[in-house]
């Protein structure tokens, strides 16, 4: 038996189009109770929702988001909006008991995110934040390898996510598309939108990060703000680098960039242990290069003449999500890890096991962010707990 589990999405733009492309098709590929039903969607704009509401499918459209949470026939409530409309939205959805599926990052700064997370529990809703690239297979088996033990004692980790998009002066700041150059809106610059996946990454495959020492910098000035016409300066980080330490005893290196000339969504990581180690980047998204020194459960050096870093197809039925895709060897892309995401999600309510990660998740990485921009402000170290 099926049931119907309706959704109320905020927010029309990049992260509504790749939410509502998942709720379109999730019911398609995986095998789930909770099946969404694309109930209504919600922007102030109503020229820009309604037609956003006819392309995608949902069935009617709201100008204002309290009356989106106020309807009887809206079981969740999804948060696709700029990032300073997300705490006051999800406490009202929590207070009107809606489930939340909110988007990264939580909240703009730990304060918001440890209100927000106290109020979903109290409210004893069900949660989840946006962190897709958990979701990409390379990733998931990545994770599975660590978790198995598979590189032994882990010793580094090393993030970079890069992109290049803001190198011009003329591009404007602010407004309905460029939101995320306006700290008033976004919180951060590339620590929050970018750093925040690749922290999230990092605490899910190596545990928690227990301090920081960090250095930002902003690049451009002053830009024009998209709706005035003004030249403001710009609030942004437009690069961020911060060393870590983790409670495993390990160090990492963290290294975020909107100025990295060719670098389109350059997100990779590596982890080096004892017995092995994991590689990933984006731009290469089907593979994850594993090295393995030694088997820890048999405790057999593997690495002799012929030993080299493998490059797994991640595409096999045997693979995350992937028997629930294509044939062996068709890949997946960017939109499928936001599908992958909801079936977690809606697989969580039937077996009452909650997805990751939940806002108490993401209220982690909210912290190490903070922390981040904290220690590059004062320049000194600054400990997590
Ligand atoms: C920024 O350009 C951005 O769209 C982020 O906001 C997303 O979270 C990231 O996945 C892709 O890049």
């Avoid at 409530?77 to 959805?93: C, K, Q």
């Avoid at 390898?145 to 004692?153: A, M, Q, S, T």
């Amino acid at each position: 038996m099926t049931k119907p589990l309706n959704i109320g999405l905020i927010g029309y733009g990049f992260m509504g189009r790749t939410h509502s492309n998942a709720y379109r098709q999730v019911s398609k590929f995986f095998d789930l109770e909770y099946q969404p039903v694309l109930k209504a969607c919600c922007a102030r704009n109503e020229e820009k929702i309604k037609e956003f509401a006819e392309n995608w499918g949902w069935e009617s459209y709201e100008t204002d988001w309290r009356k989106l949470i106020a309807r009887d026939d809206i079981d969740a409530i999804d948060i696709g909006s700029p990032n300073n409309t997300h705490y006051e939205m999800a406490l009202a959805a929590a207070e009107a008991g809606k489930m939340i599926l909110c988007e990264k990052p939580l909240a703009m700064d730990v304060a918001q995110a440890e209100a927000m997370t106290a109020a979903v529990e109290k409210a004893g809703v069900a949660n989840m934040v946006w962190y897709n690239y958990r979701r990409v297979p390379a990733i998931t088996l990545a994770h599975q390898l660590v978790k198995e033990g598979r590189i032994g004692r882990p010793f580094h980790y090393r993030a970079t996510y890069l992109q290049d998009w803001t190198i011009a002066e003329d591009v404007p700041q602010g407004g309905a598309t460029l939101w995320r150059l306006d700290a008033a809106v976004a919180g951060s610059g590339v620590t929050g939108d970018l750093l925040a996946h690749s922290i999230d990454t990092a605490i899910w495959l190596n545990g928690p990060i227990t301090s920081v020492s960090a250095a930002t910098e902003t690049f451009v000035k002053e830009r024009m703000h998209q709706d005035t016409g003004e030249m403001q300066p710009v609030s942004i980080d437009d690069a961020c680098m911060f060393l870590a330490r983790f409670e495993n005893g390990s160090m990492g290196t963290f290294e975020s960039s909107r100025y990295a000339r060719g670098r389109k969504n350059y997100n990779t990581f590596e982890m080096n242990g004892e017995d092995g180690s994991v590689f990933f980047d984006l731009e290469d998204p089907q593979i994850l290069q594993f090295f393995e020194y030694a088997n820890p459960t048999t405790g057999k050096k593997v690495e002799d003449h012929l030993t080299g870093w493998r490059r797994i197809h991640v595409t096999n039925f045997e693979h995350p999500y992937m028997d629930r895709w294509w044939v062996p060897g068709c890949t997946i892309g960017y939109e499928h890890t936001f599908t992958n995401a909801l079936s977690d999600f809606l697989k969580g309510l039937e077996t009452g096991e909650p997805a990751q990660p939940t806002f108490r998740d993401a209220l982690q990485t909210q912290k190490v962010c903070d922390a981040v921009l904290e220690s590059a402000r004062e320049r000194i170290w600054i400990d997590i707990n």
